[in-house]
C-alpha cells in the first residue's frame, strides 16, 4: 500500500471526528449524567443511566428535564422504546422555562411517545401525533377539527422494540419522521423558540442517539420566544415529602401535594434568606376554607373567597416576590395584596384550612 494510503488510513482511524460531527448533529447526553439539562419537577430516581448508557426513565413522577439551551431552527434524532406496553411518554419543544399552572408538563409543542398497546381513537394516535399543550398554538395538517395533527400511517414498532424519531423544526413548522418516514406535520406554531424537554408519564421508556442539529437562526417576533429560565427550582419531587418537614394529614400523589381535613402546615426542611420569588399552585375544593402561605414563619392569609380565585376546581397560581421585608402576591398574574415586615430567614410552607390541592411548589434567588 502506497505511503500516503498508510498515512490516511491511520488518520481515519485514529481521528476523533465521528460521524456525528461530520453530519453536523451533537449527543445531547453524554451517557453519564444530566449534564445539559434541568431537572424541572421530577425525581432524582425519575432518570438514570444504564451499564449501556441509554437514558432510563421510570415514569415516576409525572413531570419533564429539559435542556439548557432554548432552540429556535434544528433537526432533532432520537431512538426510543417502551419497556412496558401502554406506556406514556412524549418530547417537548419549544417549551418554557418550566410547567405550565396547574399541569406537571410544560406550555409547548408535544410529540406523542405512546407505546402501540395503548389504542388508537378519535382524539389521539398511539404515536405520531403532534399538538399544542396548555397554552401554545399550531395550524395541524392532517387535522380532526382541533390543534392536533395526525400521522398519515402507523409505523412504530410495540415493545419492546426501538423507534427512531426525526423531529424538524424551522420557523415555526414541524414535522415528525417516524422510522424514516414523515408522518406528521404542523405550521404556524407559538411559541417557536424554546426549550425541549423529555416527558415522563407513567412507563418505562429507554432513549439512546438523542442528538440535534442546529439550523440557522432567522428574525423572530420576541412575542413567539417561550419563557426564559428564570432561576426557579422544584421543591417537591413527585414521589415522596422529602424535602419538607413532617406533618400530618399530607399526601404525595404524584405531581399533585394533597391535604386532607385538619392536617398540620406543611413546612420545608430547608430556610430561606435574602430577596427570593416563588411559585405554587392551588386548587380548592367545597370546604377547602381559608388556606395560607407561610414565608419565614410569617402566615399570609390568601383571599380564596374573594374575585380572583372564582370557583373551586380550578388551579390557581399564586406567584410571591420578597424583597427585603416586602412580599408582593400575584394571583394568576394579577395583584393580590402586599405584606410587610417577613422576617430575615425561615422555611416556606403551606397552611391549610380544609381539604385542598397543591402543585408546583418552585423557588429562586432573586439578585
Known amino acids: 500500500m502506497p505511503a500516503f494510503r498508510i498515512l490516511l488510513a491511520t488518520f481515519l482511524f485514529l481521528s476523533p471526528l465521528t ?6 448533529f451533537e449527543p445531547l447526553f453524554n451517557g453519564k449524567d444530566l449534564t445539559g439539562w434541568v431537572v424541572v419537577n421530577t425525581a432524582p430516581s425519575t432518570w438514570s443511566f444504564n451499564e449501556e448508557g441509554y437514558l432510563v426513565c421510570s415514569g415516576k413522577p409525572i413531570g419533564e428535564i429539559r435542556t439548557e439551551r432554548m432552540y429556535q431552527n434544528f433537526i432533532l434524532e432520537a431512538e426510543w422504546r417502551h419497556l412496558v406496553p401502554k406506556g406514556n411518554a412524549g418530547i417537548f419543544v419549544w417549551a418554557d422555562d418550566i410547567t405550565a399552572r396547574g399541569q406537571p408538563f410544560h406550555r409547548g409543542v408535544e410529540v406523542q411517545v405512546l407505546e402501540n398497546a395503548y389504542g388508537n381513537t378519535k382524539s389521539y394516535s398511539t404515536h405520531g401525533d403532534i399538538f399544542p399543550i396548555h397554552g ?28 427512531h424519531y426525526r423531529i424538524e423544526c424551522r420557523d415555526g413548522e414541524i414535522s415528525l419522521a417516524v422510522n424514516g418516514k414523515v408522518v406528521t406535520r404542523g405550521r404556524d406554531c407559538f411559541p417557536r423558540k424554546g426549550y425541549i424537554c423529555l416527558e415522563s408519564e ?12 442546529e439550523l440557522p437562526d432567522t428574525p ?6 417561550a419563557i426564559a429560565d428564570r432561576g426557579y427550582r422544584c421543591l417537591y419531587t413527585g414521589v415522596d415529602l422529602s424535602g419538607w418537614r413532617e406533618a400530618r394529614g399530607w399526601q404525595s400523589r404524584d405531581w399533585e401535594l394533597v391535604n386532607s381535613a385538619g392536617a398540620s402546615p406543611l413546612l420545608t426542611a430547608e430556610t430561606f434568606s435574602g430577596d427570593l420569588g416563588f411559585i405554587v399552585d392551588l386548587k380548592l375544593a367545597e370546604d377547602s376554607g381559608g388556606p395560607a402561605l407561610s414565608v419565614r414563619g410569617k402566615t ?27 412580599l408582593n402576591l400575584l394571583i394568576d398574574g394579577m395583584e393580590a395584596g402586599s405584606h410587610t415586615g417577613i422576617p430575615a430567614d425561615g422555611p416556606l410552607g403551606l397552611i391549610p384550612d380544609g381539604p385542598a390541592t397543591w402543585a408546583n411548589p418552585y423557588v429562586r434567588t432573586l439578585k
Not at 202 to 213: S, T
Not at 220 to 225: F, M
Not at 309 to 321: A, L, M, N, Q, S
Open 220 to 225: 423572530i417576533d420576541p412575542a413567539h420566544i
Open 202 to 213: 407513567g412507563g418505562v421508556v429507554h432513549w439512546r442517539n438523542v442528538r440535534i442539529k
Open 136 to 163: 401554545a398554538t399550531m395550524t395541524p395538517e392532517n387535522g380532526r377539527g382541533g390543534s392536533r395533527a395526525f400521522p398519515t400511517e402507523e409505523r412504530a414498532k410495540p415493545s419492546p422494540e426501538w423507534n
Open 300 to 326: 399570609i392569609p390568601l383571599d380564596t373567597t374573594g374575585p380572583l380565585f372564582g370557583k373551586p376546581g380550578t388551579y390557581h397560581r399564586i406567584e410571591g416576590t420578597l424583597i427585603g421585608g416586602t
Open 19 to 24: 460521524a456525528a460531527d461530520q453530519d453536523g
